[in-house]
T-cell receptor, first 114, second 113 residues
Framework: KNQVEQSPQSLIILEGKNCTLQCNYTVSPFSNLRWYKQDTGRGPVSLTIMTFSENTKSNGRYTATLDADTKQSSLHITASQLSDSASYICVVSVGGVSQGNLIFGKGTKLSVKP | DSGVTQTPKHLITATGQRVTLRCSPRSGDLSVYWYQQSLDQGLQFLIQYYNGEERAKGNILERFSAQQFPDLHSELNLSSLELGDSALYFC????????????FGQGTRLTVV
C-alpha cells in the first residue's frame, strides 16, 4: 500500500533555531517528492520538488533532502521565523501523469515561538 | 496569492442538503483537481479534470460529483450531506495534465450541522 508517514506530528521551537522534519514513504513506482507549507485554513504552497536523481534542493531557508534508497526525505528549516509556523506536508507522486497519483502525508505542525 | 479562486470561503449547511463549491483555475491552467481535508487528516484526492474532461478519480463518494466547464472553471457538487462531510475542500490547478506543479486555492470550509 502506498503510504507517506511524517514525523514528528508536531514540533515547537524557539525563533532563530533550526529544525528538521522527517518523511518516510512506501510508494512505488516513485516519481517525485514534494514538500508543501500549509498555513492554518489556507491552501498548501509548494516549497520544493525533487525527482529520483536529486538528493538535495533548497528554497531560501528551506532545504529538502531525498534518499531514494531508504525512501526517506527531510526538510531542514534554518534560522526559523515566526512566519514558519505552519503545517509541512510531504507528498510523493506515484509514477504516472495524473495528479490523482499524489500520496499526501498528514503533515508536521510546526510552531515557532518568540 | 496562487491565482486559484475558490468560492465560497465558508459554508454551513444542514444534513441532507446539497451544496456546490466553485473553483476558478489560474489563467492558462487546463487541469483542475479537487481535494478533501478532514480535521487532522491529510489531503485526499477526489477528482481531476483536464480541459473539460474527467481524467482521474480518487476516493470520491457517489454522493459527490464534479464538472469542468468550457471556461475551465470547475464545480464540486456534494449532495445528501452528512456530518462526516464537514471538511476543507481544496481546488488546485496546473497547466498540464501531469502533476509537475500544482497551485492550490484557499479552500472552502464546509460545516454540516
Amino acid at each position: 500500500k502506498n503510504q507517506v508517514e511524517q514525523s514528528p506530528q508536531s514540533l515547537i521551537i524557539l525563533e532563530g533555531k533550526n529544525c528538521t522534519l522527517q518523511c518516510n514513504y512506501t510508494v512505488s513506482p516513485f516519481s517525485n517528492l514534494r514538500w508543501y507549507k500549509q498555513d492554518t485554513g489556507r491552501g498548501p504552497v509548494s516549497l520544493t520538488i525533487m525527482t529520483f536523481s536529486e538528493n538535495t534542493k533548497s528554497n531560501g531557508r528551506y532545504t529538502a533532502t531525498l534518499d531514494a534508497d531508504t525512501k526517506q526525505s527531510s526538510l531542514h528549516i534554518t534560522a526559523s521565523q515566526l512566519s514558519d509556523s505552519a503545517s509541512y506536508i510531504c507528498v510523493v507522486s506515484v509514477g504516472g501523469v495524473s495528479q490523482g497519483n499524489l500520496i499526501f502525508g498528514k503533515g508536521t505542525k510546526l510552531s515557532v515561538k518568540p | 496569492d496562487s491565482g486559484v479562486t475558490q468560492t465560497p470561503k465558508h459554508l454551513i449547511t444542514a444534513t441532507g442538503q446539497r451544496v456546490t463549491l466553485r473553483c476558478s483555475p489560474r489563467s492558462g491552467d487546463l487541469s483542475v483537481y479537487w481535494y478533501q481535508q478532514s480535521l487532522d487528516q491529510g489531503l485526499q484526492f477526489l477528482i481531476q479534470y483536464y480541459n473539460g474532461e474527467e481524467r482521474a478519480k480518487g476516493n470520491i463518494l457517489e454522493r459527490f460529483s464534479a464538472q469542468q466547464f468550457p471556461d475551465l472553471h470547475s464545480e464540486l457538487n456534494l449532495s445528501s450531506l452528512e456530518l462526516g462531510d464537514s471538511a476543507l475542500y481544496f481546488c488546485a490547478s496546473s497547466v498540464a495534465l501531469g502533476p509537475l506543479e500544482a497551485f492550490f486555492g484557499q479552500g472552502t470550509r464546509l460545516t454540516v450541522v
